[in-house]
């Protein structure tokens, strides 16, 4: 692929993934309401679900762009070293891998974002009618001696979500789609369109993903109770942040969930999730797929459409 073409794609994907976000933002905020230990009155709980929205749209592009140019960089230096290795790499791993690299990158990214946007999306109300939540919370944040260092709250939270998702999502999404695509060869014999690349990516990345999704929510839980204490917005519980400690926070934020709700606590939101991350990613990738393959073939580039994903 020429690197006209893999900035394309690169486009391609911080595109999809910005369509996206727009669809299935309202059920992150209910999700992260949902798992915030202060619990907002029925009718507050379904306003503002645009909330902290601005941040999102500022970081979904170069956040995408940084997973997708890594992934791919990640993949291919793998790929085309792993018989250096004592045994065989399997190929699931060198995806998982891949992956794993490119979510650490884009976590760096994401996670000054996550810290805006959660705390935007517990915002009761914004002042003066006209303000942005994310500036408002960006504000309160600082108000509350906020720093460099607390927009980076939850990062490692972030990253213990995310690689377990992605090391999970992206080997069984390659498995389901390469299935899915043996049943649609085995009865014809001319090339996939690209609305038929589309649902087969589509669907193998959302049943991927909202498989994913479920497993790693003990972690979402701790990330998203993290970051609402980096701004103090949405805990309630009447201690100040000194008592709640740094660092190795996490397993603190573990065991005061056991302590509250027990091992379901650990899973609120788990079913909201499943259904944002299924739609999410079956959007996500398979818009990023058409794009790819369209972008590929202008580009005079005949690769298989099936085998395009990074």
């Not at 990640?74 to 018989?83: I, L, P, T, Y």
């Not at 970051?227 to 934020?253: I, Q």
């Amino acid at each position: 692929m020429s690197g006209n073409s893999h900035t394309n794609v690169m486009l391609a994907g911080a595109a999809a993934a910005f369509t996206v976000d727009m669809l299935i933002y309202p059920l992150d905020t209910l999700k992260t309401r949902q798992q915030s230990p202060r619990r907002l009155p029925a009718p507050q709980l379904f306003r503002g679900l645009y909330q902290g929205v601005g941040i999102v749209v500022v970081a979904t592009l170069p956040a995408a762009g940084v997973f997708f140019t890594t992934y791919e960089a990640a993949k291919s230096f793998v790929s085309r070293n792993r018989h250096l290795a004592p045994i065989s790499v399997p190929q699931p791993l060198v995806h998982a891998a891949a992956s794993a690299v490119a979510e650490c990158a884009s976590c760096l990214v994401l996670t000054p974002a996550e810290v805006v946007k959660q705390n935007a999306q517990m915002l009761r109300h914004a002042r003066g009618g006209h303000e942005s939540s994310s500036l408002e919370a960006l504000r309160h944040l600082r108000g509350n001696g906020g720093s460099a260092r607390t927009l980076l709250s939850g990062y490692a939270a972030l990253v213990a979500r995310n690689l377990p998702f992605t090391a999970l999502q992206f080997p069984l999404f390659e498995h389901a789609r390469e299935r899915l695509w043996g049943y649609y060869r085995g009865g014809k014999g001319r090339s996939p369109g690209l609305a038929e690349t589309g649902v087969v990516t589509g669907v193998s990345a959302g049943l991927a993903g909202s498989f994913a999704a479920v497993v790693t929510t003990p972690m979402d839980v701790v990330k998203t109770r993290l970051m609402l204490e980096a701004g103090d917005v949405g805990v309630g519980d009447g201690r100040s942040k000194g008592s709640r400690g740094t660092g190795s926070s996490s397993l603190r934020v573990v065991r005061e969930v056991l302590a509250e709700q027990g091992v379901p606590g650990l899973f609120r939101g788990a079913v909201l999730r499943s259904v944002w991350t299924a739609v999410g990613s079956g959007l996500y990738l398979g818009m990023y797929e058409v794009a790819k393959v369209w972008l590929t073939r202008g580009d005079g580039n005949n690769e298989d459409d099936g085998d395009s994903f990074p």
